[in-house]
Each structure stands twice: as C-alpha cells, then as structure tokens.
C-alpha cells in the first residue's frame, strides 16, 4: 500500500443510487461478481486488491454518510437510464453539506462542480480543467504476436469516420468549416463541455476526416485503413464479432495505430493499442493524458498536434527512423509497459491518494 494509504480509506456509498446489472466504478468493483470474458480478466486484479485499500459503508439517509461519499456508477449510466435528475439532486445534496463527492466518467464531458473530486477520460490541456485524467479501460487485447521493425512505416486504423445525423449534414452543407476553426473546436474544453452530443460528433467527424485524409495523403507510409459509418454498440451481435475480428487483425498486422479523439476528447483506442504492445500515433486535440512514472508519453508514442496533421507522414517517418530494430522492440515493450501501470489494480492507488489527500 501506498505510503500516504497507511490504512484502508473509508468511503461511503448510497443504497438508492445503486443501478441493478450496472457496472460499479473502479472503487467498487470488488462488489460485482468476477469477470469471466478474456479481454476482460483484468478487472479482477482490482477485485483482488480493493478489500485492503478500501472501506466501503452503505447509507440511505445522508446524515449518517461519512466525510467522502462516491457515486457507484459512472454518469453515463445514470442519463441511459434516465435517471440523472435522482443523480444531480442527491449531488447538490451531498456538496451542500460539505461532504467530499468522489465521481467517475468515462467518456462523458462534464463540468465538476467545487468540493467534487472528478476521475473523467474526456481531459483537456486547459487552466479551467478541473477533473483529474484517468485510463479508459475497455478491453486488455493481450501483447500480440511480436512484429519487427518494418523497412517502410505500417499505419493501420479501423474506426468511424461519419457519425450519420441529418442536423450535422445540413450544417456541413451549408458552413464550410476552417482548419483553424476545427483545431479550436477539437481542443476546447469550453465548446465541448458546452455541446450536446449530436454537435460534439460533428466535431468529430471533422476531426476524423481530415486525420484520415492527411495519412491517405503522405507518400512514405504503408497504410490499412479501415473506415466506418454508425455507431458499433448497436449492430447485430454476428456483425459486432466480424467488425471486432477485423479492427484487432488490423491492430496485429501493423507497427503503428492511428488513435484520436471521438465524440469526446478521449480515445478508447489509445490503451487497447497500447495493450497489444503496437505504437500508438496519437493526434493530440489538447489533450490531458494520465502521468506515467518513470516513462513519457513519447517514449513509445508518435505525439501529433492535430494542428500539425498535415505533416503525420514526417511525425511517423522521424519517429521510425531513430530506432534500431532493437530500439522498435523495446518501444513496443514500453508501450504495453505503460497500459500495465496503467491498469485499475495499479492506478487504484493513484486515485486513492488523490481523494486521501483532498480530504486531510
């Protein structure tokens, strides 16, 4: 245990807020039943360690909650379910009495309130941003098969390009959008926080199109490029499995992975790339990333400004000339290095300091 954490942090939790069948946050993931999937099996590290760094008290009636009480589910669980009224009012309930209030989000923009501790994966490089950079955790793909260093750069991608809506396509029809105007709106913590998701994916789909555009422009690099249209999550589960199939074949067969910002300034892409032991190429969009300790970002990481998307062919080319064959091999070691500290059982600790801290 950490040397701030010299006992288990006592936290407590609302029995009302608790959704039936719906994932708990990290913090309370040793309240679900174990995780059986592959991709999957890395939550139960977590479960393993949180009944020693953790004290959990379950109320009802807020006058017999402790001084840190956390939010069981992440945010976007409360609006799919239509029950971000019952989240909010209990959250002004909480704030009100002074209490500390620990809440996640994963790819959900919001604006933390003061006295609200805030773990979101949607982060901004911004003297405004107030919630703290967190992994986003969606599957462990496993190292995959080593790859040696190619003679040219292999750029693979598979992921949307269109986000179909009629409003965003009669706005492209009639406003001719910038490359400066895209940079600002993809960078903006205000304009992003401010944005209902319809507008935020038109941000994306510019976004998007204009990254695959540059790659599919540059002369030196190998690309296998995959473009979508739709959203994933609802297509027939045999069609999910192909597509699924498909974007990890891509992920095996290349040295470097294209990650960029969606519908939010978060990439799920990032750490299943850097799971798999591959080179992420990550457009930067005023991103805010989890520190690493004793490693950079660009250590195993291309780092594009997407003001600098026109020139990703050089970004790529200058990264992949500095290293020896050796030198690849222990980038593509860092990387999964990296996703490995990065895991729950590991940053558990982080987020358990933080909320210790804020509250002594």
């Known amino acids: ?7 288990p942090l ?8 608790l959704l039936p069948d719906i994932r708990l946050v990290p913090l309370l993931m040793h309240l679900s039943p174990p995780d059986t999937r592959q991709e999957l099996l890395f939550w139960n590290l977590l479960r393993d360690k949180l009944p020693d760094v953790v004290k959990i008290h379950r109320f009802t009636d807020l006058a ?47 604006n933390p309130s003061p006295g609200e501790i805030f773990f979101a994966s949607a982060t901004y490089n911004d003297k405004e941003e107030k919630s703290i950079p967190t992994p986003q955790w969606l599957y462990d793909l496993g190292e995959k098969v080593k790859i040696s260093k190619p003679s040219i750069p292999t750029v693979g991608f598979v992921g949307n390009i269109e986000y179909p809506s009629r409003l965003n396509s009669l706005i492209l029809s009639y406003i001719k959008f910038s490359d400066s105007m895209v940079n600002w709106m993809a960078g903006s913590l205000f304009v992003n926080r401010n944005l209902n998701l319809g507008l935020r994916r038109l941000i994306a789909r510019l976004v998007r199109k204009k990254i695959i555009n540059e790659v599919r422009k540059a002369k030196n690099l190998e690309i296998s490029l995959i473009e979508r249209k739709g959203d994933f999550f609802i297509l027939p589960v045999e069609e999910k499995k192909r597509q699924r199939a498909e974007y990890i074949e891509n992920i095996e067969n290349n040295a470097y992975i294209l990650a960029m910002r969606g519908d ?15 080179i992420p190429v990550f457009i930067d969009t005023n991103k805010s990333l989890p520190e690493l300790r004793g490693m ?40 999964r290095a990296a996703f490995d500290q990065l895991l729950p059982h590991n940053f558990v600790l982080r987020m358990l300091e933080i909320i210790a801290k804020s509250t002594n």
Request: with cysteine.
């Open 1 to 7: 245990m950490s040397d701030q954490l010299n006992k």
């Open 10 to 17: 006592e936290i407590w939790i609302n029995e009302d807020l």
């Open 64 to 110: 017999d909650a402790g001084k840190i009480v956390v939010i069981p589910h992440f945010i976007s669980s409360y609006y799919g379910l239509k029950k971000e009224s019952e989240f909010y009012k209990f959250k002004r309930q909480v704030l009100g009495s002074r209490r500390t209030l620990v809440t996640f989000s994963n790819c959900m923009e919001f």
């Open 264 to 278: 939010s300034n978060s990439c799920y892409s990032l750490f299943e790339v850097m799971s798999a032991g591959r």
């Open 296 to 335: 950079k970002w660009e250590d195993f990481c291309v780092m594009v400004p997407f003001s600098e998307v026109h020139r990703i062919g050089d970004y790529i080319q200058a990264f992949h000339d500095k290293l020896s064959d050796d030198d690849f091999a222990e980038v593509c070691r860092k990387s």
